[in-house]
């Protein structure tokens, strides 16, 4: 289900995430590959938030580092696991609320 939340509460949600995310990166250094810890996209007014959800590397290209995009799984299949992020959607509305699965607050309040 779906829920509206605050701003405060939206951040808290994306900084434990985050968190998951950047702790993981730190233990796959070796294979040069990182799951990347938010996506943005903006789409009919809204804007849509994923969590490390996305595989990238990065490469200097003229001195400027450039995130280039390696997909959806693993990479490396002895790679560790990716931590475990809820796969849900989140929204950012024209209103300027926040959308998210209702399931995201429960598995944050257990942990």
Same mark, same amino acid.
């Given at each position: 289900? !779906?829920?509206?939340?605050? #701003?405060?509460?939206?951040? #808290?949600? $994306?900084?434990? %995430?985050? $968190?998951?995310?950047?702790?993981?990166?730190?233990?796959?250094?070796?294979?040069?590959?990182? $799951?990347?810890?938010?996506? $943005?996209?903006?789409?009919?007014?809204?804007?849509?938030?994923?969590?490390?959800?996305?595989?990238?590397? !990065? #490469?200097?290209?003229?001195?400027? %580092?450039?995130?280039?995009? !390696?997909?959806? #799984?693993?990479?490396?299949? &002895?790679?560790?696991?990716?931590?475990?992020?809820?796969?849900?959607?989140?929204?950012? &509305?024209?209103?300027?609320?926040?959308?998210? &699965?209702?399931?995201?607050?429960?598995? %944050?309040?257990?942990?």
């Amino acid at each position: 289900m !779906l829920v509206k939340v605050p #701003e405060k509460v939206f951040d #808290e949600v $994306l900084t434990k %995430l985050k $968190l998951r995310v950047y702790e993981y990166n730190s233990k796959i250094k070796e294979y040069r590959v990182y $799951l990347k810890p938010y996506h $943005l996209v903006y789409k009919n007014g809204k804007k849509y938030v994923y969590i490390g959800k996305y595989w990238y590397k !990065l #490469e200097k290209f003229g001195g400027r %580092l450039k995130w280039i995009y !390696l997909g959806k #799984e693993k990479p490396f299949i &002895d790679m560790p696991d990716p931590p475990e992020i809820p796969d849900y959607t989140i929204i950012r &509305d024209v209103d300027g609320g926040y959308i998210i &699965d209702k399931k995201i607050l429960d598995e %944050l309040k257990g942990k």
